[in-house]
T-cell receptor
Framework: AQSVAQPEDQVNVAEGNPLTVKCTYSVSGNPYLFWYVQYPNRGLQFLLKYITGDNLVKGSYGFEAEFNKSQTSFHLKKPSALVSDSALYFCAVRDSNSGYALNFGKGTSLLVTP | GAVVSQHPSWVICKSGTSVKIECRSLDFQATTMFWYRQFPKQSLMLMATSNEGSKATYEQGVEKDKFLINHASLTLSTLTVTSAHPEDSSFYIC?????????????FGPGTRLLVL
């Protein structure tokens, strides 16, 4: 079985400050981890993924995430938030032993204020 | 690259009618396409996985006779909501995994908002 948890419904950050959106996962095999962003009434846009290799993954729009196996976490980070980063962020996981279907977290709403 | 389109972007229909939603991978061939449903302020729920040329695999609780999925080519999958009812109103999103290259990554369409009156 595989699952992913996003413990925060909403994260509020002032523009220019660093942001973190949390994600923890549970899989039986090796995890394939993803972050997607969704703007209102739109589909999901791929931000970054971890499959193997370096634990620090860099993605689109200045976002990065760190894979921590011991803590089973894959938190999304950005050094300096922009107002335009305000959106809904989804963490997703796939077990390397399963098919290609993703299991999504419930989403975290990020609000960046000027 | 890796663009997925959906048509229509929104549709309003009367209860009892059927609605077809198309999902196309525009610049890559997709071995596998996925259909998700999203309720307001909630996460995506996987409905079914479709592989080109074979029957779709439906998630538990999803009626296969209600939600007909056809994956006739490597660039097109369709979802038909048959005899739609108001409770079928939702945001339907498809995704596609490339046949070659980054197979582990899913690329999502912009979604189709369905309102059944």
């Amino acid at each position: 079985a595989q699952s992913v948890a996003q413990p925060e419904d909403q994260v509020n950050v002032a523009e220019g400050n660093p942001l973190t959106v949390k994600c923890t996962y549970s899989v039986s095999g090796n995890p394939y981890l993803f972050w997607y962003v969704q703007y209102p009434n739109r589909g999901l846009q791929f931000l970054l993924k971890y499959i193997t290799g370096d634990n620090l993954v860099k993605g689109s729009y200045g976002f990065e995430a760190e894979f921590n196996k011991s803590q089973t976490s894959f938190h999304l980070k950005k050094p300096s938030a922009l107002v335009s980063d305000s959106a809904l962020y989804f963490c997703a996981v796939r077990d390397s032993n399963s098919g290609y279907a993703l299991n999504f977290g419930k989403g975290t709403s990020l609000l960046v204020t000027p | 690259g890796a663009v997925v389109s959906q048509h229509p972007s929104w549709v309003i229909c009367k209860s009892g009618t059927s609605v077809k939603i198309e999902c196309r991978s525009l610049d890559f061939q997709a071995t596998t396409m996925f259909w998700y449903r999203q309720f307001p302020k909630q996460s995506l729920m996987l409905m079914a996985t479709s592989n080109e040329g074979s029957k779709a695999t439906y998630e538990q609780g999803v009626e296969k006779d209600k939600f007909l999925i056809n994956h006739a080519s490597l660039t097109l999958s369709t979802l038909t909501v048959t005899s739609a009812h108001p409770e079928d109103s939702s945001f339907y999103i498809c995704s596609a995994s490339p046949r070659e290259g980054l197979r582990e990554t899913q690329y999502f369409g912009p979604g189709t908002r369905l309102l059944v009156l």
